[in-house]
C-alpha cells in the first residue's frame, strides 16, 4: 500500500477531514478556560473583600455581575466547543463509512471476499463508530489538557512560589505515567478489537450457515463456540476495564495529594502570616481545576485506544486494491453496444493466472453460450468482461452501430449470477434494485419475458409478496427467473448469465431459453451453462479449458 494512503486513513490522517471543527473547538474550548480563570480570580478578590477588607454587599455587585456574566459565558463557550468536538466527530465517521462504501464498490466483489464479511461489517459499523469520541472527546481534551493547566500555571506561577513548584512538579507526572499505562493498554484493546471481529464473523457465518450446520448435527457444537469467543470478549473487555479504573484511581491519588500538598504548605503559611488571603484562597480554587482537565483526558483516553485499533483495520480495508474501471454509479451513455472485442485479454486472481490471450467477438443479436468443465473458468470470463476482474493485458472495447468506441462497456451491462442475491424485501422491491422508477405494467412485462409472471401471480400477494433474506420464501429455480426479470428491466446491451437454467424444471428451463434467445434478438446475450439445449441454440461458443478461451461457431465443434 502507498505510504500516503496509509497515513490518510491513521487518526492523524483523519483529523484533516474535519480540521476546522476540531481548531473551534480547540480555540473555544481555550476560550472558555480564559473566562473560567478569570472568574476564579474576581471571585477570589470579591470574597478577600468581604471578609478581610470590610467591602459591603452593596458595593460588591458590580464584581458579583461580572462573575455571574463569566460564569454564564464560559459555560456558553464551553458548550459551543462541545458542539464543534461532536460535530468533528460526526464529520469524520460519516466521512469514513461514506469513503470506505464506496472504496468497497471499486474494490468489486472479488476483492472485497479476501476479507471476512464479519470483519468488513465491524469495521464499517463499530471501527467508524469509534471515530467519533475520539475527534469529539480526545483530541479537544487533549489540547485542553495543555491550555488551562498551563494558564492556570501562569496565575500561579504570580501568586506563589511554593504552589507553582508543587503544580509543576505533579502535573507533568500523570500524562508521563499515563502514557506508560497507555503503551501496555494498546495490546489489550487490540486484542478486545480481534476478538469482537472474530466474533461477529463467526456470529455471520453462523446465521449464515444455519441449515448446514443443523444438518451436521453442529447447532450446540456452534452455540458452544459462540459462547467461548463471548466470554473471551468478556475477559478482554474487563481488562480494559481494569486498565482504565487503574488509571483514573492513580490519576486521582496524584491530583487528590498533589491539591493536599498545596493546602498543607500554605496553610501553615498562612497560620504563620507570610501568605495572603486572596492568594491562598486563589491557589486552592485553581489547584482542583489545574487537574481537571487532566481527568477529563484519562476519561477518553481509552477513546484513542479504541479509535487507533479501528483505524488499523480501517486501513486494512482501504488497501484492498481497486479495480481499475469503474464499477458502479456509471451512468450508460446514450449509444447501445452492438458489438463487443475481447483482444488477447489475460487476467488473474491475485497472482494466480486465471485466463490467457482470450480473443472473441460478439455481435448484437448473438446468443453465446460460454462452455468447459467445472472449474474451468466460465464465470471468471463473465467477471472478466462486468468488470469484476481487472484486464491485466490486452483489451475489451465495444462499439456502437456508427463503430464509435462505447465509453464504460459495464453501464450498459447486467448480470444474472449463479446464486442472485434477493434483499429482504417484496417481490416488485427486488425487481425495482435495478430500475426504481419503473411501473407496475413493466414489471410484469418484464417477469413475462422471464417466464417468472406466472408463478409470482399464483404467490399470496402476488408482486407484493414479502421474499425473505436472499429470497428465503422463494425456490432456487423462483429464484432465478426472478434474476432474470431485474436484469431485464435495465433493458442491457449485454446480459451476461451464469447457469441460467440450472435448479429449472424442463419446462421453465425451455420457456427461459426461448426467453433469453428473444432476448437477444436485440442485444448479446452470453451465457455460462452445462445445459446441451441452452449451447445447441447459441449462435456463438466459447469454450473454456486450462485457462485458455477457444472459440467455436457451432456446437459440433466443441464435440469434435
Ligand atoms: N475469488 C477467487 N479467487 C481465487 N480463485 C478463484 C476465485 N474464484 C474462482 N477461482 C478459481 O478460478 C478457477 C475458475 O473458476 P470459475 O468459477 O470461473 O469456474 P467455472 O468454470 O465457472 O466453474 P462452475 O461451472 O463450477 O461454475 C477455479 O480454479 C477457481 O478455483
Known amino acids: 500500500m502507498h505510504t500516503q494512503q496509509h497515513a490518510d486513513w491513521q487518526t492523524t490522517g483523519l483529523a484533516r477531514r474535519a480540521r476546522s471543527w476540531l481548531a473551534a473547538a480547540v480555540i473555544l474550548g481555550g476560550a472558555a478556560s480564559v473566562l473560567f480563570v478569570l472568574q476564579l480570580i474576581i471571585l477570589a478578590q470579591t470574597v478577600d473583600n468581604l471578609t478581610f477588607k470590610g467591602h459591603t454587599l452593596a458595593s460588591a455587585h458590580m464584581a458579583l455581575i461580572e462573575i455571574a456574566l463569566l460564569c454564564a459565558g464560559s459555560l456558553l463557550v464551553q458548550w459551543l466547543a462541545d458542539m464543534a468536538g461532536a460535530e468533528a466527530g460526526l464529520r469524520i465517521s460519516t466521512s469514513v463509512q461514506r469513503d470506505l462504501l464506496h472504496h468497497l464498490f471499486r474494490v468489486g466483489p472479488i476483492g472485497c471476499a479476501t476479507l471476512p464479511a464479519g470483519q468488513i461489517v465491524t469495521t464499517l459499523t463499530e471501527g467508524v463508530a469509534a471515530l467519533e469520541p475520539y475527534f469529539a472527546q480526545y483530541i479537544p481534551r487533549a489540547a485542553m489538557m495543555v491550555i488551562l493547566p498551563g494558564l492556570i500555571l501562569a496565575v500561579v506561577f504570580h501568586l506563589d512560589g511554593w504552589s507553582f513548584a508543587i503544580l509543576a512538579c505533579t502535573g507533568p507526572l500523570i500524562p508521563v505515567f499515563m502514557a506508560l499505562v497507555g503503551y501496555s493498554a494498546q495490546s489489550i484493546m487490540n486484542r478486545q ?264 401471480e399464483t404467490l399470496p400477494q402476488g408482486f407484493n409478496t414479502p421474499v425473505g433474506e436472499r429470497g428465503s420464501r422463494l425456490s432456487g429455480g423462483q429464484i432465478k427467473r426472478l434474476a432474470l426479470a431485474r436484469a431485464l428491466l435495465r ?45 445447441r441454440q447459441a449462435d456463438q461458443i466459447l469454450h473454456v479449458a486450462d485457462g485458455k478461451v477457444t472459440v467455436c461457431r457451432q456446437s459440433k465443434d466443441v464435440a469434435a
Open 193 to 456: 478489537w480481534l476478538q469482537l471481529v472474530v466474533m461477529g464473523s463467526n456470529f455471520l457465518d453462523s446465521l449464515r450457515g444455519l441449515t448446514t450446520l443443523r444438518l451436521f448435527g453442529q447447532t450446540q457444537a456452534s452455540i458452544d463456540r459462540m459462547r467461548t469467543m463471548a466470554e473471551a470478549h468478556r475477559r478482554a473487555t474487563f481488562s480494559v476495564m481494569q486498565v482504565a479504573f487503574l488509571t483514573s484511581a492513580t490519576l486521582e491519588f496524584f491530583a487528590s495529594l498533589s491539591i493536599a500538598l498545596v493546602a498543607v504548605v500554605f496553610g501553615a503559611r498562612l497560620l504563620h502570616g507570610t501568605a495572603d488571603f486572596r492568594s491562598a484562597f486563589l491557589v486552592l480554587l485553581l489547584a482542583p481545576e489545574y487537574f481537571m482537565p487532566l481527568r477529563a483526558f484519562s476519561a477518553s483516553y481509552h477513546a484513542r485506544q479504541n479509535a487507533t485499533a479501528a483505524a488499523t483495520r480501517i486501513a486494512e480495508i482501504a488497501s484492498l486494491p481497486e479495480l481499475n474501471i469503474a464499477v458502479d454509479g456509471e451512468k450508460p451513455s446514450a449509444t447501445h453496444i452492438t458489438s463487443l472485442t475481447l483482444d488477447t485479454v489475460c487476467t488473474s486472481y491475485a497472482d494466480e493466472p486465471a485466463l490467457q490471450a482470450v480473443c472473441a467477438r460478439f455481435e448484437r443479436g448473438q446468443f453465446i453460450a460460454v462452455t468447459g468443465e467445472s472449474g474451468a473458468g466460465k464465470t471468471t470470463l463473465l467477471r472478466l468482461l462486468l468488470g469484476f476482474l481487472d484486464v491485466q493485458s490486452g483489451s475489451i472495447t465495444a462499439h456502437d452501430s456508427h463503430g464509435r468506441t462505447v465509453p464504460s462497456p459495464q453501464a450498459h451491462m447486467a448480470w444474472v449470477p449463479q446464486r442472485p442475491l434477493m434483499l429482504f424485501g417484496t417481490v416488485a422491491d427486488n425487481m425495482r434494485i435495478a430500475a426504481p422508477q419503473t411501473d407496475r405494467q413493466s414489471l410484469r412485462e418484464a417477469a413475462q419475458k422471464a417466464d417468472a409472471l406466472a408463478f409470482i
Open 491 to 535: 433493458n442491457p446491451d449485454v446480459l451476461c448469465l451464469d447457469e441460467p437454467t440450472a435448479n429449472l424444471d424442463p419446462a421453465s428451463a425451455h420457456a427461459v431459453a426461448r426467453a433469453l434467445h428473444q432476448c437477444a434478438s436485440y442485444r448479446i446475450v452470453i451465457a455460462a451453462t452445462h445445459d446441451d439445449a441452452l449451447i
